[in-house]
Each structure stands twice: as C-alpha cells, then as structure tokens.
C-alpha cells in the first residue's frame, strides 16, 4: 500500500516564503512521477507541480511558475515544493500525489496524500 503524507503547512504573510514535504511509504518514490496539486475554499483542486521519476523534468501552473520550485530526493522518498513570493490567492490545501506512469501534464495520478493547509495573510 503506498501512502503519501505532507507536512509543511502553515500561515504566512504575503511575500513569505514556505517548504512542504511529501514522504512516499510503501514503496520507493523514485518507482513515481509526482505532483502538487491545491484546493482553495470553495473551488476546484488544481494542478501546481510535477516532476519526472529522475527530477529530469518539471511542469509548473502559469499561475506559480517564477514563485514555486518542485524537487525531489528519491534516497529520502521525499518530494519538495518550495514556495516563495507567496500570495492570499495561493491560500489552500496542497496535497502530494504519485503515478505509475508519466504523461506530462496529461499525467492521471493514482495515489494522494492527505494534504496540509497553507494559509497566505495580507
């Protein structure tokens, strides 16, 4: 059984900076293409990040592209999002999630985490 947990989340100001974590169990992350994805309060979840099973290569949303960096440490089973120059509108739950396959950005992911809350104040 593969399980994803984030941790990181948190509140900051506008303009801050924050790191959320995403450790892989049950079977070595570098087996996955991985993602961030985000839900705000009453829409839709949305795609943030992906990288490829090596780190070769990475997507980014228009939306925080410049601002979020997606890393990973397979020896660690662990994904990264940095997040930097932070806004109100990036208020929301990031969940982590794997895929057996990668297609890009028509990638279909088969496992999720749980999430953790990252709230932007003015």
């Known amino acids: 059984q593969v399980q994803l947990v984030e941790s990181g989340g948190g509140l900051v100001q506008a303009g801050g900076s924050l790191s959320l974590s995403c450790v892989v169990s049950?079977?070595?992350?570098?087996?996955?293409?991985m993602a961030w994805f985000r839900r705000a309060p009453g829409k839709d979840r949305e795609f943030v990040a992906h990288i490829s099973r090596s780190a070769r290569n990475t997507l980014y949303a228009d939306s925080v592209k410049g601002r979020f960096t997606i890393s990973r440490d397979n020896a660690r089973d662990t994904v990264y999002l940095q997040m930097s120059g932070l806004k109100p509108e990036d208020t929301a739950v990031y969940y982590c999630?794997?895929?057996?396959?990668?297609?890009?950005?028509?990638?279909?992911?088969?496992?999720w985490g749980q999430g953790t809350q990252v709230t932007v104040s003015l």
């Open positions: 999630a794997a895929a057996e396959r990668d297609w890009g950005l028509r990638t279909k992911y088969d496992y």
């Open positions: 049950g079977r070595t992350s570098s087996t996955y293409p």
